[in-house]
């Protein structure tokens, strides 16, 4: 809550809820201490703060855990790891899972909300996809029904090529960038992306490990406002 207070005071438009602390990661199912701590903490940010949008990743792959928790509090989106094709992460393979994800949605009668999946996501390995460029993979999600399309840098902090943020435009869906946006690149890829993830350089140092420093949002939000 103290983050979540954090951003908004430094004027962000949305929160995305994340364990991100809670190394080292489940693979894809997780123990029901996480996903009620997950329910409790995303009930609590949406009470504060009922008109921003909201979303939740639960790691490592627990999309449908993400699922139940962003239904039952009110969320808006879910951030996917695993909702097409498969990749080798930190925690093992973790495999697509589109049609259980949206059968779930459909099941519980959230199609509002949305599914944001990473295109050859950060901290893995992609060679079993390495004969798809990622406009091939982003089209594969498109059409497993994605409504989102995250690109990342190879890992935390790392900011994608920029290349591969414009190989994923123009499909319908909204672009997202997911790793390494900062006062020295938020403007150029503001440009190009509807959506822009930001973490670890809102923190304290710009270390992801640190508190949230109201300061570094507040700039992060007037450099990308200016431009």
Not at 32 to 60: E, F, H, N, S, W
Not at 87 to 115: K, P, Q, S, T
Not at 135 to 152: F, K, N, P
Not at 166 to 171: H, I, Y
Request: proline share 2%; charged share 25%.
């Amino acid at each position: 809550m103290r983050d979540a207070e954090r951003y908004v005071a430094g004027g962000v438009d949305g929160l995305l809820i994340e364990n991100t602390h809670d190394t080292p990661y489940q693979r894809t199912v997780v123990d029901a201490g996480t996903m009620a701590g997950m329910a409790v903490v995303a009930a609590d940010v949406r009470a504060a703060y009922p008109k921003m949008p909201i979303g939740i990743q639960v790691l490592a792959g627990a999309d449908l855990a993400a699922l139940d928790v962003a239904v039952t509090c009110g969320l808006d989106f879910v951030r996917a790891e695993g909702f097409v094709y498969a990749h080798v992460a930190d925690e093992g393979i973790i495999e697509g899972d589109a049609a259980n994800i949206l059968r779930r949605r459909a099941h519980l009668g959230a199609d509002h909300v949305e599914i944001w999946t990473d295109i050859k996501k950060k901290h893995c390995a992609n060679a079993i996809t390495g004969d798809l460029s990622v406009r091939e993979q982003a089209m594969g999600a498109v059409y497993c029904r994605a409504d989102g399309l995250i690109i990342t840098g190879v890992q935390t902090g790392d900011a994608p090529v920029v290349a591969d943020v414009e190989a994923v435009t123009g499909l319908g869906v909204r672009v997202v960038v997911g790793s390494g946006v900062d006062v020295s690149n938020i403007a150029a890829l503001g440009r190009i992306a509807d959506v822009l993830l930001v973490g670890s350089s809102c923190k304290k140092k710009g270390d992801w490990r640190e508190d949230v420093d109201r300061g570094r949002v507040r700039r992060l939000v007037e450099t990308l406002r200016s431009a």
